[in-house]
């Protein structure tokens, strides 16, 4: 299994781990990525610590979710703060989950000097990495970004979206060894390991890039189809540069524009779910079959 996650992250990332059957490992599957969104500042052992997890100003819910189960705060920002302060985790999300949003190698760089500058771990959420439209998303471990190691940094990856697996419950943790065995001796002892028949369909998704493509470019048409008619009903598209989804603006209260939606027969997410900043947003997703994206665009025509 980690063999070939690690030969996954060389041809897809160009993203280099150490000896994946090495003592410390550096990459484990997960069961899937919400369980570890959800728990990671728990395996991390930081409950309890009164001290804050960063995330993103418009982010998907289970950061806060997690920050919260451990009994920790959270704090909203796009940006390194200047004070740590007592911050104990940093979440970035590239290709973000709802706007689609990629941060560039220079936002990355310095979200990965300011943790290492302060002891914090900066993980970062790249379930959408290989789903680039108008830019090309690169991991946080990188070297261009990481440098030649990984202290510090944390990657998480999900066969869900560029293998449409949301049902077998696969995903991956990366990066720093310590950070990683840290979070692997706490998941076996919780029950948290991921059963031999899901690890043997994982190693067969992971070591074919064909479908991986051939998804791609599913959700490719069915972006450009939805987008145009998107924007023909006098929507305006923010972001939405890489992912599954488009992040849509009528520039009204996210509610009316739901209320517009629904009338139509389509169903979006309001973007106030995913942080205050959203709420004049709605997101719409790439992931219903053809025949509903059709309907979607006749629809809204």
Request: aromatic share 6%.
């Amino acid at each position: 299994m980690r063999a070939s996650a690690a030969g996954w992250l060389r041809r897809r990332l160009g993203v280099e781990i150490a000896d994946p059957a090495g003592a410390e490992p550096s990459v484990i599957p997960t069961v899937g990525s919400k369980e570890l969104v959800a728990l990671l500042p728990t395996l991390l052992g930081l409950q309890g610590s009164a001290t804050t997890v960063l995330l993103p100003e418009i982010a998907y819910p289970t950061y806060e979710v997690g920050a919260v189960l451990a009994g920790l705060s959270v704090r909203r920002c796009d940006a390194p703060p200047a004070d740590a302060g007592a911050v104990s985790l940093v979440w970035l999300n590239s290709p973000g989950n709802p706007h689609g949003r990629v941060l560039t190698d220079e936002q990355l760089r310095a979200w990965v000097e300011w943790g290492r500058a302060h002891g914090v771990p900066v993980v970062a959420d790249e379930c959408y990495i290989t789903l680039g439209w108008d830019v090309s998303p690169r991991s946080i471990l990188h070297p261009a970004i990481a440098g030649e190691d990984h202290t510090g940094l944390l990657a998480v990856h999900s066969l869900s979206k560029q293998s449409t697996a949301a049902g077998y419950r696969g995903g991956l943790l990366s990066g720093d060894p310590v950070l990683v065995r840290r979070v692997w001796e706490v998941r076996r002892h919780l029950g948290l390991l991921v059963p031999a028949p899901v690890q043997a369909a994982m190693v067969a998704a992971l070591d074919d890039d064909a479908h991986v493509d051939a998804q791609r470019e599913r959700y490719r048409a069915r972006r450009e189809r939805l987008a145009a008619a998107v924007r023909g009903a006098g929507m305006r598209i923010d972001h939405s540069e890489a992912g599954l989804y488009l992040w849509a603006t009528r520039d009204e209260d996210c509610w009316t524009t739901i209320d517009r939606l629904a009338g139509l027969g389509i169903v979006a997410a309001p973007g106030s779910f995913y942080g205050a900043a959203g709420a004049r947003h709605v997101r719409l997703a790439l992931t219903a079959s053809d025949e509903r994206i059709d309907a979607a665009v006749e629809r809204l025509r």
